[in-house]
DNA sequence: CGAACTTGCGTCATCGGTGTTGCAAGTTGT
DNA sequence: ACAACTTGCAACACCGATGACGCAAGTTCG
């Protein structure tokens, strides 16, 4: 590769990465928003959006697979499988936040025609319904609660803290997962 | 109003009844659907859903209209402000869950053009806060919770639930309170 | 039957978003 | 300066959704 490539590729690539960001701060404010609005927040014309992506499904897959590259690095900076459950839990939600409140439309889109995403996705979810048999194991879990309702619990709960616009993540990843294991309740007066 | 008009009239809300209702169906599933996709599965022509409704957005106007009234009138019918906090909380929760089941896409529209709508959405959001200060006074809920977050908390819970395909309206409910005031946590290990 | 009304169907115009192309102007590296 | 490349701009064709008609056929009454 010559120098004048390299070059020209690492300007084509911060192009691509300018409206990665612009689409992904329009499109969370409102996911019908035309091209036109993408190219304008993005400081281009809508031509040069088409040039990088051939359609609008394009850009949207796009944005998925770069959501989904640092969700699944995320979870795997936390090593939740060779850390004690509670560590690893509080990890994987900081490390996933710091994502997701950047990224929140996009790693919405775990339908994406890329294949590739769904599979990771999937192997997430695999992870995380590893972590809660740990958790139950270590005795962390309840070991009565439906796995399923768990992870949506838990993914509900991530959405939401998301979408918050005070403190830093690992400030939220506190309250999250003290509200995930303890609740909002006092303990007295229930079974 | 006589007799003609007043039959005439109830074949038309009949089918203004099953528009809406297909309408639920069909952009629950696909919020970019369109007319044509509504009316087919409502089994009328699209100029049908036209004469009934002025425009696609008097259409979502009229969906957020009246999913805004079962709401009120479910969190309404558990008078949550003359029962005690933990069986109000239970009424409330499996009340709004019959409701958010059939109209979850209605209901997410909580900004309407109409403003009756974004006004019965704060008024509920009131009694919601007012329903939170008499369960920490009842010593059911934690005292030094944010009000926002356990607010959030509980809307996020109610919606998760509401997207089971298990289990009736009372038993979502059981699981959805037991799961907000303890958490999914066994209380071990925590300070 | 006739009146009032609604529905389905076909048609039409319009509008906004999408995607493409050609070209002039600008930038960057050699 | 030259070459390679990118961008903005204007223009264009295309398409699907929207919304408005009129009209014939159907119904539910009196």
Redesign the pocket.
């Known amino acids: 590769m010559?120098?004048?490539?390299r070059?020209?590729?690492?300007?084509?690539e911060?192009?691509?990465r300018t409206i990665l960001e612009a689409a992904e701060r329009v499109l969370s404010k409102n996911p019908?928003?035309?091209?036109?609005?993408?190219?304008e927040a993005?400081?281009?014309?809508?031509?040069?959006?088409?040039?990088?992506?051939?359609?609008?499904?394009?850009?949207v897959d796009a944005m998925a697979g770069w959501a989904t590259k640092q969700f699944a690095a995320a979870v795997e900076a936390a090593h939740p499988e060779t850390t004690p459950p509670l560590v690893a839990l509080y990890q994987v939600t900081a490390n996933v936040l710091r994502v997701k409140i950047d990224w929140g439309f996009a790693m919405s889109r775990a339908l994406s025609s890329d294949p590739e995403v769904g599979r990771v996705h999937a192997e997430v979810e695999a992870r995380c319904d590893r972590l809660f048999r740990g958790a139950q194991a270590a005795g962390v879990l309840r070991a009565d609660v439906d796995p399923d309702w768990a992870r949506r619990v838990y993914y509900a709960l991530i959405h939401e803290a998301a979408q918050s616009h005070d403190g830093d993540a690992d400030t939220l990843a506190t309250r999250l997962v003290d509200t995930l294991l303890r609740g909002l309740g006092t303990g007295k007066g229930l079974a």
Chains 1, 2 share one sequence.
Do not use: K, N, P
């Not at 070059?7 to 084509?12: G, H, I, P, V």
């Not at 993005?42 to 850009?59: I, Q």
């Open positions: 010559s120098e004048t490539t070059a020209l590729r690492s300007d084509a911060r192009t691509v019908a928003a035309s091209m036109e609005q993408i190219a993005a400081g281009v014309a809508r031509t040069t959006v088409h040039r990088r992506f051939a359609s609008r499904d394009a850009l």
